[in-house]
């Protein structure tokens, strides 16, 4: 992506990556660390729901179990982009 851009009367932006300090990624660290969260994706809501931390850690499980079980019989290995 590109990190600059220039608006409509050609002054020019930046784009900076608040989430990222001196290799360490923030956005990560503070869901896992401070918020005990196992993902970063929303999960999965198959019904309507509040969203509180426990739906989220809950919601995160059932997707993480939800793509598990498309996985077909026999296969080894993933990748995931």
Do not use: C
């Not at 360490?24 to 999960?43: D, I, P, Q, R, W």
């Not at 995160?60 to 995931?80: F, H, N, S, W």
């Amino acid at each position: 992506m590109e990190k600059t851009f220039k608006t409509k009367n050609s002054k020019a932006v930046e784009i900076v990556d608040i989430l990222d300090s001196k290799g360490m990624n923030l956005e990560l660290l503070f869901a896992t660390n401070v918020l005990k969260l196992k993902s970063l994706h929303y999960g999965y809501w198959d019904q309507e729901q509040k969203t509180d931390l426990d739906d989220i850690r809950n919601a995160q499980i059932r997707y993480t179990k939800t793509l598990a079980d498309m996985i077909p019989a026999g296969v080894e290995k993933i990748l995931d982009v």
